[in-house]
Structures are given as C-alpha cells and as structure tokens.
C-alpha cells in the first residue's frame, strides 16, 4: 500500500513540474530582441480597390496576416519595448509585442520613421476614443514634430498629454539605456509633410540598419554597400519587385528601388554581407509575398532573405 501511494506521489509530482505553465520570471529571456512586426506597404495587402489576383483570394477570405510594416524593440534585461512606426495595424502587433516581452503594458517609446499613412497613422489608437495612454513617449523629427503639433487630430494627442514628442536629430545618438541606442539618419523620400528617416539600432554586440522607404540609392547621400557593411541586419526597402508589377501607375511617381535594382547594386557583396540583407515594405502586388513565386525563389537563390511577420533577431 505504501508503495502504491509513493507511486502516485511521484506521478502527481511528475505532472505538476510538467504540465503547469511555467511563470513569466521562470520563462525569462534575456539579452535585446528585434521583432518584425509586420512587411507590407502602408495601404496593407489586400489593397483597396485592388482587383488583381494578388488580393482576390484575400478578399475572398475576408482575413489577412499581413500587416504594415513595423519593428518591435524588446530589452528584456531592462524590461523596455519599443515601436518602429506606427501601423493601422497598431493594436496587434503591440498584442505580439507585449506577448514577446512578458510586459503587458505601454510600450516605452515609438520611433516614426515619416510622415506617410503607414507609418504614424497608428497613434490615433493613443486617444481618449481607445487606451487613452499618458505621456507616451514618441520619438521623431523636427518637421514631423510639428506635423503632429499643428495637425488635427494628432494635436489632440499633444494637448491631451496622450503622447510626448522626444526630438531626435539626423545621425544623432539616443541612448536608451547603457546596452542599447538608437540614431536616426535622413534619406531621400517624397517629404510632403516629414523629412524622412531610417534608424540604425545597436545592442549589445549587434547592430541593425532599417530603411522601409528610400527614393533611390543613388539620391541617398551615402553609400547603401558601406551602411550594410557596418551592421549585423539590414531591413531595406523592397516595395516593388519591379517595375512592371505596377501597370496602371507611373513608377516615377513612386520611385522606391526595385529588389531587381538593389540585387544589381550589390552583385559584388559576398555571401557573408548578402546575408545582412531583408527586403521589407512590400507592395501587395510584389511577387515575392508568395513563397511558391519565382521571384521569391530568385531572391532566396542570390543569399539574400525576405523579411517575415514574427522573425526575430538577437541584438
């Protein structure tokens, strides 16, 4: 009898070790993560008004996984997430994030990369009308500071003390905490109403360049070779596979650089730096969207990588 009872003991142990969800201090991670949060143009994939193949199965299926593009910044050893953009898509990919980072709260900060619909129009989800946040720290430049400080209804974030602009200055150094740091550096875009940036993020032992939007490399006052050269990933620009994709519109009314452009730039890298490289900021009409697509597979081919939802990368 007394053997039976140890036995169910042991068995009861047994399950309670392995089938208890272990606590957030138990599953710890350490060290800085970068997250993609999302790979698509601002207008997001399905487009609207697009009746082309590339959204008709979308459509069809009244749900998409593709989101805006973004990047999430998690410290977990200082216990900080911060926001690359933000997206229409603001409310799930801030949901991932918070998951990732086993902080269910705020993040610490948003970086705005411009002043396109994309890539701020998210801070309307910071009013009173949804988390109604307070003093959230929202990082940028001087002309997008004051797009925001003179423009309704983004203005109501600043009176309401919903948000709190930080100014950042080009190729100027935030630090975040003593392990983590982040310089903004102007680029060549269609600056309506922001100048426009990319953001070079360093960690502890890695670095990362992020250009969603770029008008060309050759309108860039630097060399994009030299950029990628300095850091460990490279999250560029690839919103159109080609030209041709595009059909009813002018491309240069559009002038990002075509993947087929930039794999022709870098013909000469080497494997170890064409690995840097990810394509991101995808037009719902670029090919490589589609794993199965030859354009896909041709990139792959070449060593380089197309950035996907939920990567992560050690910094």
């Known amino acids: 009898m007394k053997r039976q009872v140890t036995l169910i003991l042991i068995i009861i142990g047994f399950c309670l070790n392995s089938c208890i969800p272990k606590t957030n201090k138990q599953s710890k991670r350490k060290g800085i993560e970068l997250i993609i949060l999302g790979t698509v143009q601002d207008a997001g994939s399905p487009q609207l008004g697009c009746e082309k193949d590339c959204c008709k199965a979308l459509l069809k299926s009244d749900f998409s ?107 100027k150094v935030k630090v975040l905490n003593k392990h983590l740091k982040v310089t903004p550096i102007l680029v060549p875009h269609r600056d309506e109403y922001s100048e426009t940036v990319g953001y070079k993020i360093s960690g502890n032992e890695k670095s990362a360049l992020f250009i969603p939007d ?4 050759t309108k860039w006052d630097k060399d994009i070779i030299e950029e990628i050269a300095k850091v460990d990933y490279a999250f560029i620009d690839g919103t159109f596979f080609s030209g041709v994709e595009i059909g009813h519109r002018d491309i240069d009314e559009i002038p990002h650089p075509s993947i087929e452009e930039s794999i022709e730039l870098f013909q000469t890298l080497s494997k170890k730096e064409r690995e840097k490289i990810h394509f991101i900021h995808f037009n719902h009409t670029n090919p490589v969207l589609d794993k199965r697509s030859q354009a896909y597979r041709s990139i792959i081919k070449e060593g380089y990588h197309i950035a996907q939802k939920n990567d992560s990368f050690e910094l």
């Open 65 to 171: 996984e593709r989101m805006v593009v973004s990047l999430g910044l998690i410290d977990h050893d200082h216990n900080q997430q911060y926001l690359f953009d933000a997206t229409p898509n603001i409310s799930m990919q801030l949901a991932y994030l918070q998951r990732s980072s086993k902080e269910y709260r705020m993040p610490d900060g948003i970086f705005l990369t411009h002043a396109h619909i994309g890539h701020y129009t998210g801070l309307m989800y910071l009013g009173k009308e949804s988390v109604n946040s307070n003093n959230l720290p929202v990082f940028s430049m001087t002309k997008m500071q004051e797009f925001l400080k003179t423009n309704g209804p983004w203005d109501q974030l600043v009176k309401n003390e919903n948000i709190k602009l930080i100014a950042l200055e080009n190729e």
């Open 214 to 217: 770029i008008d060309k490399w």
